[in-house]
């Protein structure tokens, strides 16, 4: 997803160390240590293992230029052990692969369990979830972390085929939301995709991490270091947007969000939603340096 853009942004060079905290397939990092040969470093994140697994393979080419790790975005810090970073990348949100995955059960268009879970250390299922909390607090889930209006009735329509033994399958979801908003319609975005974020969202944390990523980007960059972000929803790209233009460490690098290109778009419909934010870590100061 915006490839030559993360990579014009952080210039990887030689010698230099970055890391790709949303890993994935392996195509950002893939690209920074093919621009950063013969001896950049990359260290790669990610809590999903079959996305280790996939990039361990995809990079295997690059030896111990690479450094491969099944965590969370939070764990950052703690995997860099006071190693600052040339640059950084995090593409994030649901995976193609993920969403493809029936069996991991983000997607309303074929039939899973109501998992949504991006990694084995998530212990909370979507089905957990929505049986656990009581329809109050699940209308706010929705409504806070989809930004769906129809929230409530929403909320009571999930809880009433809980209460039938029609709420098993990510279809049993999707039904659920169309018995309030009305079916999915040719051209049109699914009725059900804002309910669908909002409840993997809540089941990862994804927003909690998010935030802790951008508390840490002072501390894990190198002086001239830059970060890339590419956000796909306004929850995300507020927060990328405020984390970079009100830190005291930081230079925002894109005034306004770089976007994909016709040819991106037309390619992989996704990218039509993804911003880019960057910012460089300015030089410390002696006395933050000593302190």
Do not use: C
């Not at 860099?80 to 069996?103: E, F, K, M, N, W």
């Amino acid at each position: 997803m915006l490839l030559a853009e993360v990579v014009a942004l952080i210039a990887p060079r030689d010698g230099g160390l970055y890391a790709d905290v949303t890993l994935g397939r392996g195509g950002h990092a893939e690209a920074i240590l093919d621009a950063s040969s013969p001896g950049g470093r990359l260290v790669g994140v990610d809590r999903d293992p079959s996305a280790i697994a996939a990039s361990r393979e995809r990079l295997a080419r690059f030896g111990d230029r690479v450094e491969l790790y099944q965590t969370a975005l939070s764990s950052l810090a703690a995997v860099l052990d006071g190693r600052a970073l040339d640059g950084l990348v995090a593409d994030l949100g649901v995976s193609s692969p993920q969403l493809d995955d029936a069996a991991r059960g983000m997607s309303f268009r074929a039939e899973g369990p109501l998992d949504m879970r991006m990694g084995d250390d998530v212990e909370v299922t979507a089905w957990q979830l929505v049986r656990d909390l009581r329809e109050p607090e699940l209308a706010d889930v929705i409504y806070e972390y989809g930004e769906e209006r129809a929230s409530r009735p929403i909320a009571r329509a999930i809880k009433r085929a809980i209460e039938r033994g029609e709420m098993e399958t990510t279809l049993h979801l999707a039904a659920a939301v169309h018995r309030v908003l009305g079916p999915a319609r040719y051209g049109r975005i699914d009725p059900a995709t804002r309910t669908f974020q909002a409840l993997r969202i809540a089941v990862n944390d994804e927003l909690g991490e998010l935030d802790h990523l951008l508390a840490a980007l002072p501390e894990v960059l190198a002086d001239g270091g830059v970060a890339a972000v590419i956000s796909f929803h306004s929850l995300e790209d507020r927060r990328v947007k405020h984390a970079l233009r009100d830190s005291d460490a930081l230079a925002v690098l894109t005034k306004k969000p770089l976007e994909a290109g016709d040819a991106e778009r037309e390619e992989n419909p996704r990218a039509r939603s993804a911003k880019l934010r960057a910012a460089r870590r300015l030089p410390r100061d002696p006395g933050e340096v000593e302190a």
